[in-house]
Every structure is written in structure tokens, then in C-alpha cells.
């Protein structure tokens, strides 16, 4: 199984920031498999980034993904309030998926 | 818009078997092209795939939950289900219903608000 770790596990920044999230996985991962999700408080995760760099549909151009191999990173350009969150990685491999233990970005 | 509801009870007791239903809307089941999953995330942590069901009916389950799992699929009623036999209390869980493109990609696109189920006697 492919274990995957996200680094900080908490962000503490301020609005207009820049955010970067890192997501390592224990082995290499097909970039078409990666992607990043944004979970809120008693809400479901909303999908942001698949195949590691494409945006979701709706989803602001703050927000961008990169990476390869086994080092991948999620870019929130500025954040704004409504971005403070957990954010998971996932990826797909050997027909099943696993997350990252997620990153929590919070208000400095 | 495609949508996903999670319906069933609140409290199983220990060694029972849990019992959960997915009611897709928006979308049919049975057109095929998604896998319809079944995620749990255990208070204040993250994420756990337990697997999926195509509309044929062939599934996958994740390995460390293999021996316990059966997911079904309804689909002249849009629905597909989970059980879980012999729960303790490390299954008490939020559980979410969620769909994942059958090609690649494969991301969860869509995913229903999730359910809370406590294990406890």
C-alpha cells in the first residue's frame, strides 16, 4: 500500500498569503492518480486538483497543483478566508485509494 | 447535478453488523462509466477508503477491511449499500458515500454530506 504524508501538519498564515502544501509518497504515484481535496467542518471534502495539476471545475486559480514521482505540492497563491481548512491528498494505485492524514491551514 | 445521501442508523452496537444505503440523485447508477464508493473518517481524522461497487456489480474492497465489507448495488432503486459485520468501537465513524470515475483520472467527484455511526452498547 502506498502511504502517503503531508507536511506541515498544520499552516498557520494570514490572509493574502501564500500557502504550500506537500504531499510524499512512500512510492512512485502516476501524476494521472494524485489529487487534492479541501475539507471545512462538518462539511464532505470537495475535490480541487486531479491527475496533480488540473483544477476542478469551479475551483479559483489561486489554487494550483504540481509535482511528480513522489514529491507533489498544493499552491494556494493568496488565501482567503473561506480557504482556512484541512487539506487531504489521494491517490489511486493497485485498484484502490489511499489519503494523506491531511494539513490544516489556519488563521495566524 | 448529481447527489449522494447517506441514510441508516446512528448507533450499532458492538459485535452487529453496520448497515448503510446510498441514495444517488441527478445521475443513474446503472449508466455505468462510476465506481461508487464507500469513505469513512474516524472522528478528527483523516480519510479511509473501504470500496466500491460498479453498476454490474463487481467491487473491490480495501484489503484491511476485506473480511468484514459487502457493498451492494440497487439499481433499479438508485441506491447502493454498505455492511459491516462484527464493529467495534474503531469503526465509529463519519461515513460517506461517494463517486470516482471509472477511467483515469480516478478522483471522488461527488460525495454525499456523510453520516455519523457510533458503536457503543
Known amino acids: 500500500e502506498i502511504v502517503l504524508t503531508q507536511s506541515p501538519g498544520t499552516l498557520s498564515l494570514s490572509p493574502g498569503e501564500r500557502a504550500t502544501l506537500s504531499c510524499r509518497a512512500s512510492q512512485s504515484v502516476s501524476s494521472s492518480y494524485l489529487a487534492w481535496y479541501q475539507q471545512k467542518p462538518g462539511q464532505a471534502p470537495r475535490l480541487l486538483i486531479y491527475g496533480a495539476s488540473s483544477r476542478a471545475t469551479g475551483i479559483p486559480d489561486r489554487f494550483s497543483g504540481s509535482g511528480s514521482g513522489t514529491d507533489f505540492t498544493l499552491t494556494i497563491s493568496r488565501l482567503e478566508p473561506e480557504d482556512f481548512a484541512v487539506y487531504y491528498c489521494q491517490q489511486y494505485g493497485s485498484s484502490s485509494w489511499t489519503f494523506g492524514q491531511g494539513t490544516k491551514v489556519e488563521i495566524k | 447535478q448529481v447527489q449522494l445521501q447517506e441514510s441508516g442508523p446512528g448507533l450499532v452496537k458492538p459485535s452487529q453488523t453496520l448497515s448503510l444505503t446510498c441514495t444517488v440523485s441527478g445521475g443513474s447508477i446503472s449508466s455505468g462509466g462510476y465506481y461508487w464508493s464507500w469513505i469513512r473518517q474516524h472522528p478528527g481524522k483523516g480519510l479511509e477508503w473501504i470500496g466500491y461497487i460498479y453498476y454490474s456489480g463487481s467491487t473491490y474492497y480495501n484489503p484491511s477491511l476485506k473480511s468484514r465489507v459487502t457493498i451492494s448495488v440497487d439499481t433499479s432503486k438508485n441506491q447502493f449499500s454498505l455492511k459491516l459485520s462484527s464493529v467495534t468501537a474503531a469503526d465509529t465513524a463519519v461515513y460517506y458515500c461517494?463517486?470516482?470515475?471509472?477511467?483515469?483520472?480516478?478522483?471522488?467527484?461527488?460525495w454525499g454530506q456523510g453520516t455519523l455511526v457510533t458503536v457503543s452498547s
Open positions: 461517494a463517486r470516482v470515475r471509472a477511467t483515469v483520472p480516478l478522483y471522488f467527484d461527488y
